[in-house]
């Protein structure tokens, strides 16, 4: 009986472009799994950073540039979707080809791993892809696809049966969004010999614990519980977390902190899930909306701190001032209401995004698509900053791309000089 | 009237206004003072200090000269003067009947520097988060009701607390609709659950779960969108700590209370609460520069009729009889009038919720058989311990092992020691490592009398006790007058060992000519279920005569001492 996939038409169109463009091709196939075993695919994207040129086929199906870009998306993705699996447009049969399907299921092994290497990503939803992956065959000659699964739950993965239906308007999306307030202080743990402390380290044992408190957490949907197996709505959603009744002999002593992490502001969750959903299955996409948008702030901030070369102590008080984030829609003209999203730090321009938008998620955003304003910066506020005697704060920026941006004090006093060189001008031209 | 929160008279020695509110249930309010001594013109004073009464336009007065037959004088001050109002005496089952507790335990952390001022200020912001809008309350018996500060949830919020009790302790079917949920549409199902209309020998409790709000919805008007940063701080390396505290609160509600009002008096307790914990916290602080992971004690003394909480830290981190506990509990003792011979606020005295397994007091619903003689039977509290329990064996020959664990419960229920019971074990390896007994006696079935019984009160509690000889079973009833005079001033339950057999005495009755004695006796031969029917029914707990004791046979008691210290 295998999984039954409803993909939305407009996948089909970009697959056939594509078949057109190149010969052979590989990309991912983004979506949502349900429990009642029909998954519904929203999105497919080719799998950019390789060499377009390239003549050797096997390079084509590169597994490590696939699992990175798996990841890349996942981070852009709403709780509830998820990369499903891949799609190869080829020639030959890929599932009749006994090396083509080697490489198929060597490069979801690797995505696997890659997930299973950032657990805080939630890339995978294991309770309804059961270890699924799918693998759609698009032949780029006769213009028609084949899909099976492939079950990543065996040492030697099997191929099962899968069926597979372009349609238009596969499901009416309803949208779930909460704003999780993050106000929490965690403990700062540093190397015992040395005085440095692991920024990284530390923020994913927050998202960790976080995640963890998240999994008691009950979601009140319009103010009220509602039963997880009654079809969802899209009501006011917000996040409640329960307390313990008593102190268990664990909990029951006082913890001392070599130094704080406090977490301030929000974290913005927007999920969409189809109609035929419950309640329970929001209240998961949700949890794991808000864990996986923490984590790939906290992943792409740290990817973005400057490495000094000498490691000189750090500074006794950092804000970490993690990107924001944006959204963006999937499909621009028609009206297909679901939104991805991106991360956008304090000194970025608004423009920057849209590359990186293009290149993993193949969707051609302009500026004025981008919603920046879901997210706010944070206004440092004065008394916040430590006394003069103390270290100043300095937040960690991306690799300073200030050639580009002017200085606006020096701006300030250019145009002030100018428009009084403009005024003297003027006074002798009169007199 | 049935609708006014349930109210609270005060005993004021100073200016300061109510301190000890904070220590009483929410949901009772100032509405007075009383005055002992001789009659003064309260006039001023009230007219002075009645708006702290803000619960009511006419502050009540009540004066007790102290002088012998009088009577209190009760008055409420209106328009100026004191009028005089009749006055009426309810007892407990009055406020067991008319009031239901709710009971409201979670566990919350501080975490600060472990200085006065940053424990005020982080938990202030503590309150500020569990204001009206961040909270929710659930009642974990009755899944799918909840509480919060616009809407009620399982159940009508029209429907009042005694309904909700009633939901609570439903028997499991009514409630459960096979989703765990009552009903999809959020209401009691159609089926209303029984009120129970048995008179109610306790306060009836309704146990409720919190659940704090940790986002906000577009709706909000305080939604803030400033994203996530985190700020690094090792500016106090190794100073802050992160402290655990439990937070246990009671509220008093009216029965006939509306359930959408409960919310209120819930988030109320909750930041009352937080009061108590924040001034424990600070206390510590000052006296033992540290701080405690603690918790919150419910104490229900006699003498109050009301409950008192207090905030302790954890046991094992203290003593009880160390200096800054002791000066804690003696202030509280001065606060509240209360003697200082007795403990009132032990951990020991805290109120027990969960009825144990075990039969306590089974004596008192006894009628004394000589009501116009003389009679004292033990205070206080303790558990009927006997054979079999535990599913030890020790029939016919653990009966004075049984009776000690009986007088062992009773300084743990007064608060003067721990609370665990000793197993026959236990109090066989005290004797052996005082030096009383051999290796061998360990695991053995040999017989205790009130001797070694004295010996193991002494090295596992610290009592000391008094032995009284009989000489002859029928020389007990006329050293009748020695053990009324122990009840009166000890209150301790005594152990009576003799002939083959031991029991515990509770009480003495005699009649008014002093001719004829009766004693209560707590019998440890009962070998069936801990039900109260079958232990009077078969006199297992009951009022024996003088032919109750072997006419010939030796007896010795062993009669604890009650330390005279709170």
């Known amino acids: 009986m295998g999984r039954s996939v409803l993909c939305e038409s407009f996948v089909e169109d970009y697959l056939r472009q594509l078949s057109r463009k190149a010969g052979v091709c590989m990309g991912l196939l983004i979506g949502q799994p349900s429990a009642s075993g029909k998954d519904y695919i929203v999105h497919a994207s080719r799998i950019t950073g390789q060499d377009e040129e390239e003549s050797d086929e096997s390079q084509k199906l590169n597994a490590t540039v696939a699992s990175q870009q798996a990841l890349d998306a996942t981070r852009m993705l709403p709780g509830g979707m998820y990369v499903m699996g891949i799609f190869v447009i080829h020639p030959k049969n890929v599932f009749q080809e006994q090396s083509l399907l080697s490489s198929v299921k060597f490069i979801l092994m690797s995505m696997k791993a890659t997930f299973d290497a950032n657990p805080l990503l939630m890339g995978t939803c294991e309770e309804l892809e059961k270890s699924e992956k799918l693998v759609l065959y698009y032949s780029s000659s006769s213009k028609t696809q084949i899909c099976k699964t492939v079950s990543l739950a065996t040492e030697n993965p099997a191929v099962l049966p899968c069926d597979w239906k372009f349609v238009e308007r596969s499901s009416t999306w309803h949208k779930l969004n909460v704003y999780f307030e993050t106000d929490d202080v965690y403990p700062l743990k540093q190397k015992s010999e040395q005085e440095q402390y692991d920024t990284e380290a530390n923020l994913t044992e927050s998202a960790r614990k976080l995640r963890y408190q998240l999994m008691d957490a009950k979601i009140l949907f319009g103010g009220e519980p509602k039963p997880a197996t009654d079809p969802v709505e899209a009501v006011p959603a917000n996040v409640y977390l329960p307390t313990s009744t008593e102190l268990s002999p664990n909990d029951a002593k006082i913890e001392h902190f070599e130094g704080t992490m406090k977490f301030d502001g929000i974290i913005s969750s927007q999920i969409y899930i189809h109609s035929q959903s419950t309640f329970g299955e929001a209240e998961r996409f949700i949890v794991a909306d808000v864990v996986r948008s923490l984590m790939s702030r906290i992943q792409i901030h740290c990817d973005s701190l400057v490495q000094t070369e000498d490691t000189t102590t750090q500074d006794k008080i950092t804000l970490n001032e993690l990107p924001r984030r944006i959204y963006f829609p999937v499909r621009t003209q028609t009206g297909f209401p679901v939104q991805f999203s991106d991360y956008l730090f304090p000194e970025e321009s608004v423009e920057t995004p849209i590359g990186r938008i293009r290149e993993i998620l193949d969707i051609g955003v302009a500026v004025r698509d981008l919603n920046c304003k879901v997210e706010l910066v944070p206004v440092v506020k004065e008394d916040e900053r430590p006394t003069e005697e103390e270290e100043v704060w300095r937040s960690k920026s991306k690799e300073d791309d200030f050639e580009g941006k002017l200085n606006m004090p020096v701006v300030g006093g250019l145009v002030t000089v100018i428009v009084l060189l403009i005024a003297l001008l003027v006074y002798y031209l009169m007199k | ?566």
Request: overall charge negative; some cysteine.
């Open chain 2, 1 to 566: 009237s049935n609708e006014e929160s349930e109210d609270l008279v005060e005993n004021v020695q100073n200016d300061t206004p109510s301190p000890i509110q904070r220590n009483l249930p929410s949901g009772l309010d100032l509405i007075g003072w009383v005055k002992t001594g001789p009659y003064q013109d309260p006039t001023d004073f009230l007219l002075k200090y009645g708006p702290d009464a803000f619960v009511t336009d006419n502050p009540v007065y009540l004066h007790y000269t102290g002088e012998p037959e009088a009577e209190l004088q009760t008055f409420i001050f209106k328009n100026r003067m004191l009028q005089s109002v009749e006055c009426v005496t309810f007892e407990d089952d009055f406020l067991y009947r008319e009031y239901y507790l709710l009971r409201l335990r979670c566990t919350l952390t501080l975490v600060c520097e472990q200085t006065e001022k940053s424990v005020c200020e982080n938990a202030f912001r503590l309150r500020k988060q569990l204001g009206s809008g961040s909270v929710a309350f659930t009642v974990p018996a009755a899944p799918g009701v909840l509480l919060s500060d616009y809407v009620v949830t399982g159940i009508d919020k029209e429907e009042n607390v005694e309904m909700l009790y009633a939901m609570a302790t439903a028997p499991k079917p009514e409630q459960d609709d096979g989703f765990g949920v009552v009903g999809a549409s959020g209401r009691v199902k159609a089926k209303k659950p029984q009120i129970n209309n048995r008179p109610p020998t306790g306060y009836r409790v309704i146990d409720f779960g919190l659940l704090i709000k940790k986002s906000k919805d577009d709706l909000d008007e305080k939604l803030r969108r400033e994203a996530c940063n985190v700020t690094i701080d090792r500016r106090n390396d190794d100073q802050t700590v992160k402290v655990p505290f439990q937070v246990d609160c009671l509220s008093m509600v009216h029965r006939t209370k509306k359930l959408d009002k409960c919310f209120d008096n819930m988030v109320d307790s909750v930041d009352c609460s937080l009061g108590l914990i924040e001034s424990a916290l600070l206390e510590q602080l000052r006296h033992q520069q540290r701080l405690y992971v603690s918790k919150c004690y419910h104490m229900l003394p006699k003498e109050l009729g009301h409950f008192v909480t207090c905030v302790y830290p954890l046991d094992g981190e203290l003593s009880e009889s160390d200096s800054f506990l002791e000066r804690q509990r003696a202030n509280m003792h001065k606060q509240f009038l209360l003697k200082m011979t007795l403990p009132h606020f032990r951990k020991g005295n805290a109120y027990q919720f969960q009825a144990g397994k075990r039969l306590v007091n089974p004596h008192e619903t006894l009628s004394v058989p000589h009501p116009d003689g003389r009679t004292a039977v033990v205070a206080g509290a303790y558990t009927y311990h006997h054979y079999m329990q535990d599913e030890f064996d020790d029939k016919g020959w653990g009966c004075a092992y049984r009776s000690l664990q009986t007088l062992v419960s009773w300084f743990n229920m007064q608060g003067y020691s721990s609370g665990k019971i000793p197993t026959h074990n236990d109090i066989q390896a005290c004797l052996v490592r005082v030096g009383d007994k051999q290796r061998p006696f360990i695991g053995s079935r040999q017989w205790i009398g009130s001797t070694e019984v004295s010996i193991c009160l002494n090295d596992m509690l610290g009592i000391d006790s008094r032995i009284m000889f009989v000489t002859h079973g029928s020389e007990l009833a006329s050293r009748g007058m020695e053990l009324l005079q122990h009840f009166q001033h000890e209150g301790t339950p005594i152990m009576i060992g003799g002939g083959v057999l031991a029991h515990t005495i509770l009480g003495v009755s005699m009649n008014a000519e002093l001719g004829e004695t009766k004693f209560l006796i707590l019998d440890p031969h009962y070998t069936g279920a801990d039900e109260l029917g079958p232990v009077l029914g078969k006199g297992w707990c009951g009022w024996k005569g003088e032919d109750f004791w072997d006419k010939s046979a030796h007896y010795n008691l062993c009669m604890p001492i009650r330390p005279k210290r709170l």
